[in-house]
């Protein structure tokens, strides 16, 4: 059973421009959640995705967006890129259906943009 | 009202010692408490999870202690071992929803 894939695990970025991170969730689980991760820091949530639309959001600007496909893959897009956007980008599936449900993280994505 | 507090910053704990990571929240509508471990360049490995009902959770050798009315929650790691070196990050979430907010993280360093 594959755990929370994520895609590319690395990324180098250039101060403008825009990035596309990805997540195939855990199977059996449809919902994406995903979190930005600085250096010696705590996860910190982004927005949540199920049934393809976004539920949830953190206090991230509007660069930051988002889409979920049918089959519960994720992308995240990061436009106008700044120095601050490096972090690891993580990935979280969850199962609504489960009550109180187990979020799983993936490896992240480790943008750096200079 | 929205933080999760965690303590200590760093840890080191000799081989079979029993490391305590202690976390606190203020707002009372979290109901769902989980504790992850994360090695350098990995994501975040779920590890054990307990909700406001319960005082205790044990799952191995990592329990969870659990105070309602302090609005504080444990992390203790028995016959702690070299392979539990790590940060720990306790989080608190509310509802069916996938937002966690994370504490600051503790780094363990178990020593032979």
């Known amino acids: 059973d594959a755990g929370v894939t994520q895609s590319p695990t690395h990324l180098i970025k250039t101060r403008g421009q825009q990035v596309t991170l990805r997540c195939s969730p855990k199977s059996g689980h449809d919902t994406v959640s995903w979190y930005q991760q600085a250096l010696g820091q705590g996860p910190q949530f982004i927005f949540q995705y199920y049934e393809e639309e976004e539920r949830q959001r953190g206090n991230f600007p509007d660069r930051f967006s988002g889409h979920q496909y049918p089959n519960y893959s994720s992308e995240l897009n990061v436009n106008a890129l700044l120095l601050g956007d490096s972090a690891l980008y993580l990935c979280?599936?969850?199962?609504?259906?489960?009550?109180?449900?187990?979020?799983?993280f993936g490896p992240g994505t480790r943008l750096t943009v200079t | 009202q929205q933080q999760v507090k965690q303590s200590p910053q760093s840890l080191i704990v000799q081989k079979g010692g029993i490391p305590i990571i202690n976390c606190a929240y203020e707002n009372t509508a979290f109901d769902y408490f989980p504790w992850y471990q994360q090695f350098p360049g990995k994501g975040p490995a779920l590890l054990i999870a307990?909700?406001?009902?319960?005082s205790e959770k044990k799952e191995g050798r990592f329990t969870i202690s659990f105070n309602k009315s302090a609005k504080q929650f444990s992390l203790h790691i028995m016959d702690s071992q070299p392979g539990d070196s790590a940060t720990y990050f306790c989080?608190?979430?509310?509802?069916?929803?996938?937002?966690?907010?994370f504490g600051q993280g503790t780094t363990l360093q178990v020593k032979p």
């Open positions: 979280a599936s969850s199962w609504v259906g489960q009550g109180q449900p187990k979020r799983y």
């Open positions: 307990i909700r406001p009902d319960v």
């Open positions: 989080a608190a979430g509310s509802g069916n929803t996938g937002k966690l907010i």
